[in-house]
Each structure stands twice: as structure tokens, then as C-alpha cells.
């Protein structure tokens, strides 16, 4: 039987472990890999293979049916795989940032031309994430999907629990180990998350938004008094991608929340990922694993490979996987419009009449008080205070706040995190 030939663009971390899957394979020939430098010494044996540092070339090939895109950014690739669905090939990427904004434009044209793209690597890992939404869970309507979609932000909080350590350090380490790249903006400032959860909305209710148009908090004002302050009041803190249906409207963030303690996120420790998934028909599901890796994504990657090869031999071969990702008219709402219970550390003068600001402050704009602690009076006379407040609207605690800002025993408002339900 004639073997199917695959191009892989890129052939870093997971571009490597697709070679190494696919070697002893005898369904596919890896006739090219594209690299930015050709000289670079590589991890795997690349005597048959013609390695080129123009992806096109092997786009233009018309003997490659399925280009595997494994490199990472928008340019060139958003040009690059619009027109490699031109000349009719097949696409497995691993690229959230491409599909998260171009995502809409790609699929219809994949649909044009009767092509598949497939990108199961590209949330989640090594977990099955997409094709749980896709296929497994089809016959459900979805209620909310929320997740740890972010092994380095994970890993950086699960560090600053364990071992005491401030964020700074606790970045340090994850950039040590490899968890964390050198830039590690995307991750400790939400934009991978954000990309991820638009993916898995528009999957689970039918339409992509802009992602960079998501509501987006980083990690990085989290400090140590936090993560402790929140274990004693019951919860551990995660940076969670949240996305739910709200009517017409796509309630969709990017975030850190105090997940409650006896939530099964609260239990996924250090650079793992997953996603709890609310479905009509199967109630709640959550599935935990190694969210990157070169083993881990390799496993996605070749698993959508060889789907679309199962989906070759089929007689009247259709586009299978194409999501319905277009389907529905929704908008992105704005946070304003939700509820959510809050945590809010300030910095306040340690004066009598503080609290009762706060109380005045709080009361006026319909937020009840949950609880409060004062932690030590530093020598400039200043004192942290935190409290949690009970569910109330976004725009009541945002109004709540620039008052508190504004009293005169207010020096600064620390930190405000929602807290998950
Ligand atoms: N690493 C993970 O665990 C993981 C997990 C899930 C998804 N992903 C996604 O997978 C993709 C690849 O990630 P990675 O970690 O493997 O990246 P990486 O280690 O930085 O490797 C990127 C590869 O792409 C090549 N490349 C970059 N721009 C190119 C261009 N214009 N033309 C040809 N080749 C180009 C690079 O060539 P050189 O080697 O010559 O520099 C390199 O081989 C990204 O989209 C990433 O978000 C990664």
C-alpha cells in the first residue's frame, strides 16, 4: 500500500517527537521537515528526509497530503496554512495562537476546498481535549467548560504553595526546569489561556470570538500572604480559562480564581493540565494530564495524523472533523455583566475607623462581606487587610473598589481575584 507523505513544519520540542513517532510507522514517509536553521544539529535520524528552511517548498509539493505544523506564531503560518488548504492538503497543527484568532477563516476554507485541519495538540497537550468535545461528548448541550490550561502558571503557584517562594522566584524555577520560557509573558499575562478557552467555546457552543478581545488577569500580583490567606480560607489558587453560555452572550475569561479545596482543580498540582466540563447528558467530566512535553504533544499530533488517515481510505472521504465552529450567533459579553464572589487584598493606615470605611464602602453598592482578616502592621504604620465578599455583581465590586481606593485610609488595593464556583 502506498504510504501517505506528511510534511512537518518545525522541529523543535514537539516537531521532534512527531519524527520519532512516526519513524517505524510503515502508514507514512516523512518526506520533509522545514526548520528556520538548516545547519542545526537534530535529535533524530533525517537521512531520508529533505529538510528545507522554506516551509513552502513542501506546500507546493503535490505529493505531501498532509503538512503537520509544529513552529509556533502566525507569521508565516496563517498565510502559509491558508494557502497549503489551497493546494488541497490535509492540516494537523499544534498552533493555539492561529487557530484561537484565525480559526473561523481557516475551517470554512478547509471546508472549501475538502480538506481536514486538525489541531488536538494545540490545547491541552498530550489530553484528548478536542476530540472529547468534537465526538465523545456531541450529544450533550454545554454548560460551562472551565480548566488549568497552563502547565507554567500551574507549576509557578503550585511552587509558591509548596515552597513559600514569591512569584519572581518561583518563575525563576519554572524557567530553570524548562517549564517557563525566557519571555514568559503569554503565560504568567494570560494569552495562552485566553487562546485556549476560545478554542474549547467555540467547540463546546459554536463560535470563535477575538481572543485578545477576552477579559485576561496574569499571574503576576499573586504573592505568598495570597496563596496562604486563601488555603485558610478554604481555597488553593489557579489560573483557570473559564468559558459558559450566558443567552445570546459568551461569558469567556482568562484568570486566576480561589478554587474551593475540595474541587477536583484544586487537586492538579504542578505542570499538569485539565478541563471540567459541565454536559447535559453526562453531568460533570474532568480530564487531568500532562498539558505539554515533547512525548505528550507528539501523541496528539500523530493521533490526529493517523485519524485523518483512517478518514482517507473511507470512499467518499468528507472533511469528518471539520467543528461546526461558526454555527451559532453569539457575542462576547462583557465581565461587567456577571456575578462572582471576590477576595480583595489592600494596603490601608492602621487607624481606627478603617473597617467601617470599608463596611460604608461595600454596603453602598449592594456587596455583602464574607469575611476579613488583618494581617501584621508594618512600620510604616500601614496594614494589610483581606477580605472575601459573598457572589454580587461585577459592576457593584468594581464601584466598591475605586470607592475604597479613593478613602483616605486606603494606600493601595493589592489584589482582586474571583472565586470559582
Ligand atoms: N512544547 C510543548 O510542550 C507544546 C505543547 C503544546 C503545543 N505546543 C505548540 O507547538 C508548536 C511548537 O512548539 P515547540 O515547543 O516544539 O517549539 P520550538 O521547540 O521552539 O520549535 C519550533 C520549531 O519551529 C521551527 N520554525 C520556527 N519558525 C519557522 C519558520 N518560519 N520556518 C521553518 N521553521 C520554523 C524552528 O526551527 P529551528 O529549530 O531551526 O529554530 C523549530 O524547529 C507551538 O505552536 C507551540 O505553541 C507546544
Redesign the pocket.
Known amino acids: 500500500m502506498a504510504k501517505i507523505n506528511i510534511g512537518i ?8 517527537g512527531v519524527v520519532k513517532l512516526l519513524a517505524p510507522d510503515p502508514q507514512f514517509k516523512v518526506k520533509w521537515v ?5 545547519t ?1 544539529e537534530r535529535d533524530v535520524d533525517l537521512s531520508n528526509i529533505r529538510v528545507t ?3 513552502f517548498d513542501m506546500v507546493n509539493d503535490p505529493e505531501v497530503e498532509i503538512v503537520v ?5 502566525t ?3 496563517y498565510e502559509l496554512t491558508k494557502h497549503a488548504i489551497e493546494q488541497g492538503k490535509h492540516i494537523v ?6 487557530i484561537s484568532k484565525h480559526g473561523t477563516e481557516i475551517f470554512e476554507l478547509a471546508k472549501k476546498h475538502n480538506v481536514t485541519v486538525m489541531f488536538e ?2 490545547v491541552g ?1 498530550g489530553i484528548p481535549l478536542i476530540s472529547t468535545l468534537q465526538r465523545g461528548l456531541q450529544a450533550n448541550t454545554f454548560s460551562s467548560i472551565a480548566g488549568i490550561l497552563n502547565g507554567t502558571t500551574n507549576f509557578i503557584l503550585t511552587q509558591m504553595e509548596e515552597k513559600g517562594q514569591s512569584f519572581q522566584d518561583a518563575l525563576a524555577d519554572a524557567q530553570a526546569l524548562g517549564y517557563a520560557e525566557a519571555d514568559p509573558t503569554n503565560d504568567v499575562k494570560g494569552f495562552d489561556v485566553a487562546y485556549k478557552i476560545n478554542i474549547l467555546s467555540s467547540l463546546a457552543f459554536g463560535r470563535f470570538v477575538d481572543p485578545l478581545a477576552v477579559y485576561r488577569q496574569g499571574i503576576t500580583g499573586i504573592t505568598d500572604t495570597d496563596i496562604k490567606t486563601a488555603k485558610e480560607f478554604g481555597f488553593r489558587i489557579k489560573m483557570i480559562g473559564l468559558a459558559r453560555r450566558n443567552g445570546n452572550q459568551l461569558d469567556i475569561r482568562a484568570h486566576p480564581m480561589l478554587v474551593p479545596l475540595h474541587h477536583l482543580l484544586a487537586s492538579v498540582e504542578g505542570a499538569n493540565n485539565a478541563i471540567f466540563i459541565s454536559g447535559s447528558a453526562v453531568g460533570d467530566v474532568m480530564l487531568v494530564g500532562q ?4 512525548m ?2 507528539a501523541s ?1 499530533v500523530v493521533g490526529d495524523i493517523i485519524n485523518i488517515a483512517s478518514a482517507l481510505k473511507l470512499p467518499d472521504f468528507a472533511p469528518y472533523f471539520q467543528p461546526a465552529v461558526a454555527s451559532q450567533n453569539l457575542q462576547l459579553g462583557s465581565i461587567e455583566d456577571s456575578e462572582a464572589a471576590f477576595y480583595i487584598r489592600l494596603e490601608t493606615q492602621d487607624t481606627p475607623g478603617v473597617i467601617g470605611n470599608l463596611g460604608h464602602a461595600l454596603g453602598a453598592h449592594s456587596v455583602s462581606l464574607h469575611s476579613l482578616v488583618q494581617r501584621g502592621i508594618k512600620e510604616d504604620g500601614s496594614a494589610t487587610i483581606i477580605f472575601l465578599t459573598h457572589k454580587a455583581s461585577e459592576r457593584s465590586v468594581s464601584r466598591a473598589l475605586k470607592e475604597i481606593e479613593a478613602q483616605a485610609t486606603t494606600r493601595q488595593i493589592g489584589i482582586a481575584l474571583r472565586v470559582f464556583e
Open positions: 513544519i518545525g522541529l523543535g520540542t514537539v516537531g521532534t522545514a526548520v528556520r536553521d538548516t542545526k528552511n522554506n516551509p505544523e509544529v513552529a509556533g506564531g507569521d508565516p503560518f497543527t499544534a498552533n493555539k495562537e492561529l495538540a494545540a497537550g498539558g505539554a512535553g515533547q505528550p504533544t496528539a
